[in-house]
């Protein structure tokens, strides 16, 4: 049985890829555009660089062994800086620029190659339509410092393993170094959480020893015939307080969240596993297929055969 974590990373079809490691000599900057549906990420395999969300205009030293992740896609600078900030161009240009393929090292910058930046970088896709708290609570980016040691002795040998398989030639080292991003993806995530989290409502509650319980009871039997005094007991509350303590810390009522989760639930089986209505109103916890249409509209705002037909 899958944990809370898992499940919805797993139920969200969370996919890694990796879009280029880097060799950049100094003078260098690369604007990355945004784009939807992912989280981009930058671990500093070697040396460091400076990263800006343009959103919020913050800029962040990412240190050797940091991961910086950029959980909602938005347009960001990777530069030097040491250099004036119009060494800056866009990512098009810059793989122009640097005869990049696709395959192997993007090498790129000026002639300092004493200050050279290694960085593995790539993205985290969600399922298209794929919506859940976690991800959409998530601060506008994610600094975990020296990264591989504060996540301990296992994450080092991954990212190892990763540094290795994308600079080697070894049959399978594409498909292992994507594994092992998904895994990166998950610890970070999963350490955000257990550190930062109770500080982000949407996230608190994922935090909270009490209502994890009662999370965690859910993903395990979504179909079950909850009630917020059954998700109460589970996190051993009385029914008064889970229901103000999960409100104030996740934002939304109990009942909205299993009704959120279930309606992901129904949309993966219409669409991904070709699902009757009323195959997929069971799997979600619907005795009655009809009552299931009429939730399904109200919150998805198509009936299941119309969101079938349009995705």
Request: glycine share 10%; aromatic share 8%; proline share 3%.
């Amino acid at each position: 049985m899958l944990d809370t974590l898992s499940d919805i990373l797993t139920r969200l079809d969370v996919k890694g890829t990796l879009y280029f490691r880097t060799s950049f000599t100094v003078p260098w900057g690369v604007a990355v555009p945004p784009y939807e549906n992912v989280a981009r990420f930058h671990f500093a395999h070697r040396g460091d660089c400076m990263v800006r969300v343009k959103k919020t205009g913050k800029k962040v030293l990412l240190a050797q062994g940091d991961l910086l992740i950029v959980p909602h896609g938005a347009a960001h600078d990777i530069y030097c800086g040491r250099s004036e900030e119009e060494v800056i161009l866009p990512l098009d240009r810059v793989l122009e620029l640097s005869g990049y393929s696709g395959e192997g090292v993007l090498v790129y910058g000026g002639e300092q190659d004493e200050r050279e930046t290694q960085l593995i970088c790539g993205h985290i896709s969600l399922a298209r339509n794929a919506r859940h708290l976690i991800f959409d609570q998530l601060p506008d980016y994610i600094h975990i410092a020296n990264y591989g040691e504060a996540a301990g002795r296992w994450m080092e040998a991954t990212l190892r393993l990763i540094g290795d398989e994308t600079n080697g030639t070894r049959m399978g080292g594409d498909l292992i170094a994507l594994k092992m991003t998904e895994v990166l993806f998950a610890q970070a995530l999963r350490s955000f959480i257990e550190q930062e989290g109770e500080k982000h409502i949407g996230l608190a509650g994922f935090a909270d020893p009490q209502l994890s319980r009662a999370l965690a009871a859910f993903h395990k039997s979504p179909a079950h015939e909850w009630s917020v005094e059954g998700l109460a007991r589970e996190a051993g509350l009385s029914r008064t307080g889970f229901a103000t303590q999960f409100s104030s810390k996740m934002g939304l009522t109990p009942m909205q969240y299993l009704t959120s989760w279930r309606m992901q639930i129904a949309q993966q089986g219409l669409v991904d596993d070709n699902m009757s209505v009323s195959e997929v109103a069971a799997l979600a916890g619907y005795a009655s297929e009809s009552a299931f249409t009429r939730v399904f509209k109200k919150e998805v705002g198509l009936t299941p055969a119309a969101y079938r037909a349009t995705h």
